[in-house]
């Protein structure tokens, strides 16, 4: 097929190669002119590679530009750096993108959650940049610079613009980080006087946290350095069911990896349990961004029906349903 793209397939650590096989049967049932190239990625592949991050995956990925991608683990304290930190810095993936939305019949303390948390993904006290000075004594260097903030900034008021979005808000610690916040901030207020129909405020780390526990819904776009930013979605998922029903991308200027955002989950990978669902959120975040928007309509459609019909959810959301069953109920719903 002439205008086939490829889109090369992580399936990552734990219950990633099943959720992956369940995304892609989607796919695949959806017809879309796509097709799949697998390649490796995580701790399992480290025994055959000496790393968790293969050369020819990277590569993989600058060629198609567009990458399907399950959870891989990290050893906590020690070990190989991440993958997923070292996949954005290879492919200078610059922009978290995770959409936080309610869920039909998912039961939380929230209703009519809608947020859309845009996190630096490139410096900032996440990117590892630490010593030791002398034993006993740890250097961790926040490295933030004018033209990673201008970036992030920019994307944040174009994805609030092209989908209509109406409030950016900045998160910060600028009252105590003068200079490194305080230069994030100055940026996103440079951009935003460029997008006045778009409400512009900021609203510091803590603060934030706080009014998003009280009320979710007085937000609309949160636009936050790298560390807060891993923090701060993360609470958000917890606002709408967890990361098991929460997508992801990480966009960079000529490539996009999308991927599930929660962990491996190695106590019930290989039992044929594990929810798709994130996964497959992510898949339809990457069909709108390969402009396939009518099969993204569909897909996101279909995985809403199966759950506001209550019948078909797998055990972390209180139902006995298996991965296959939750797959043929979400293909019978296309």
């Known amino acids: 097929m002439a205008n ?43 025994a055959k590679y000496g ?25 906590v304290g020690g070990g190989l750096p991440s993958a997923n930190v070292g996949l954005r810095k290879r492919l200078d993936l610059y922009s978290s993108l995770r959409p936080v939305k309610s869920v039909p019949s998912v039961k939380t303390r929230y209703e009519n959650v809608d947020l859309v948390v845009v996190r630096e993904n490139t410096e900032d006290l996440y990117a590892g940049l630490e010593h030791i000075i002398v034993p006993g004594v740890v250097e961790s260097l926040k490295i933030i610079t004018e033209k990673a903030s201008t970036r992030i900034a920019r994307f944040a008021f174009e994805y609030a613009k092209k989908n209509g979005r109406k409030k950016v808000s900045a ?8 200079l490194s916040d305080g230069l994030f901030l100055d940026c996103c207020r440079k951009v935003g006087r460029e997008y006045p129909e778009i409400t512009y405020e900021e609203v510091i780390v803590d603060n934030l946290c706080m009014q998003l ?8 776009m949160l636009v936050t350095e790298n560390l807060y930013g891993d923090i701060v979605s993360d609470l958000c998922a917890g606002l709408v069911g967890g ?21 491996t989950a190695p106590d019930i990978a290989g039992k044929g349990i594990a929810n798709p669902t994130a996964l497959m959120m992510s898949a339809v975040m990457m069909l709108d961004w390969l402009d396939h928007r009518e099969a993204a309509r569909r897909m996101e459609g279909a995985i809403h029906k199966v759950y506001s ?15 296959r069953e939750f797959t043929d109920a979400i293909i019978a719903a296309l």
Request: aromatic share 2%.
């Open 213 to 220: 526990v009280k009320d979710p819904t007085r937000f609309d």
């Open 171 to 178: 998160v910060h610690k600028a009252n105590i980080m003068k």
């Open 51 to 75: 790393t968790n991050l293969p050369h020819e995956t990277v590569e993989a990925v600058l060629r198609s530009g567009v990458a399907l991608k399950g959870p891989t683990g990290t050893v």
């Open 243 to 263: 990361l098991g029903v929460v997508p992801g991308a990480n966009i960079g200027e000529r490539t996009a990896v999308f991927e599930a955002v929660h962990g």
């Open 309 to 323: 019909g209550n019948a078909v959810r797998t055990g972390d959301l209180g139902g006995s349903a298996t991965t």
């Open 4 to 46: 086939t793209r490829t889109v090369t397939i992580i399936n990552g650590d734990g219950i990633g190669p099943e959720v992956m096989a369940a995304t892609v049967r989607v796919l695949e049932a959806l017809k879309v002119p796509l097709e799949f190239e697998h390649k490796d990625a995580g701790t399992e592949v480290v």
